[in-house]
């Protein structure tokens, strides 16, 4: 891995630490405002590709590990593995490698058209929520020996709020790209 | 450009190894959530405060330190207290608010570098793994450290900005400008990395 791969790395960790402390994103219709954290995420997969953007993503997650309090409302350390949240964490690093490899496979590093627009969304979609929540899902309704269906269906008054992070990701990815594009790895 | 919290000191805190402090930080952080009783859990935070006063915290730095690690704890508080009750929203701001504090005592006492050789012992059993190289790990891991307060810096800068010229919170236009100059950096970064032969 060239040294530009492990700055690249490097410094997305820190882009999704920082999102984590910027104010919450207020979104009309929802009570609870949305955080930049799990958006970066999505941009660590859409921009970086699947192996950087998974390692950014594994990057910040051993230093939230390590204690240091990194997740949105300045949270971390060891319990926040062990307590509920643990499964997305752990889908976090899945998910940013998924958009990264339907991105990497499906869009041109060049262009950017309608197509490429939705190719992103579909991306964002499937890695940021589905891939994040199968783990999820699966680790509380372990923890609390609840089925999955009842923790899926719990679950479900996240999704429009991270419906809109995947929008919000598509919109920032397109524009990050036709400044600053990165190829994809 | 300084991104260490190291406060320069002599107490117990400094001089312990970095391994115990962690392995320390890590029991108390599950040992919190099993107890329930609210005079032990108010006497442990004020043990922890009187830690703070111990490794003689400038009254400057507290501020920094604390406010907005503190000012979540409440938020987070209230949210339990909104969506449980009273009892879950207290054991929630006590227990978080002494291991808030209890872990920014173990920042503020370890040295960066000390924190790194400590990752890089931990994944030294890993190695075996193609890419997991130790160095590289606690380089990238370093990096990441020290530009975090940066990006965060850069993003209230960019905030300002655009607050300054009228425009409202806009999340698209906060992070685009906030990726792209941190981005552009890399360039810089990873000359310098190269210049000082990190292979």
Not at chain 1, 70 to 93: C, H, M, Q, T
Not at chain 1, 158 to 168: E, M, R, S, W, Y
Not at chain 2, 92 to 115: G, N, Q
Not at chain 2, 158 to 175: F, T, V, W, Y
Request: charged share 15%; with cysteine.
């Amino acid at each position: 891995m060239a040294t530009k791969d492990i700055v690249f790395i490097a410094l997305f960790a820190a882009i999704i630490a920082a999102l984590g402390f910027l104010p919450a994103i207020p979104v009309a219709g929802i009570p609870a405002p949305i955080t930049a954290q799990t958006l970066g995420v999505m941009l660590a997969g859409t921009i970086l590709g699947p192996k950087r953007g998974a390692l950014a993503v594994a990057v910040f997650l051993i230093l939230v590990l390590a204690g240091l309090p990194l997740l949105a409302g300045g949270r971390g350390g060891i319990e926040y593995f062990v307590g509920n949240s643990g499964g997305f964490l752990v889908g976090w690093f899945f998910g940013a490698y998924v958009i990264g490899f339907i991105l990497k496979n499906f869009i041109s590093d060049t262009q950017i058209n309608i197509r490429a627009h939705f190719i992103i969304l579909i991306a964002c979609f499937l890695g940021g929520i589905c891939v994040v929540y199968l783990p999820g899902i699966l680790w509380i309704a372990r923890n609390t020996g609840s089925s999955f269906a009842e923790v899926y269906l719990g679950s479900l008054i996240f999704i429009p709020g991270d419906f809109l992070k995947a929008i919000v990701a598509m919109l920032v990815t397109v524009a990050v790209r036709r400044i600053y594009p990165i190829a994809l790895k | 450009m300084d991104l260490s919290f190291y406060l320069h000191g002599n107490s117990i805190l400094h001089k312990m190894p970095t391994w115990s402090k962690f392995a320390l930080l890590v029991v108390f952080s599950i040992a919190f959530y099993a107890i329930y009783d609210f005079k032990v859990l108010i006497a442990i935070l004020a043990l922890v405060i009187l830690l703070v006063a111990y490794i003689k915290v400038p009254l400057k730095r507290l501020k920094a330190m604390f406010a907005l690690p503190l000012f979540m704890v409440v938020l987070f508080s209230i949210f339990s207290f909104v969506v449980n009750d009273l009892n879950a929203g207290l054991l929630t701001f006590f227990r978080l608010s002494s291991l808030v504090i209890l872990a920014a005592c173990v920042t503020v006492t370890t040295k960066i570098e000390d924190f790194m050789a400590f990752i890089e012992n931990l994944l030294l059993p890993l190695s075996f793994i193609p890419f997991i190289k130790p160095k590289t790990v606690s380089l990238t891991l370093s990096l990441t450290l020290r530009f975090i307060p940066e990006i965060f810096k850069l993003g209230m800068d960019i905030k300002e900005a655009q607050a300054a010229r009228g425009l409202r919170s806009n999340p698209i236009a906060l992070i685009v400008p906030l990726i792209v100059l941190t981005l552009k950096r890399a360039d810089d970064i990873s000359d310098a990395l190269d210049a000082r032969m990190l292979d």
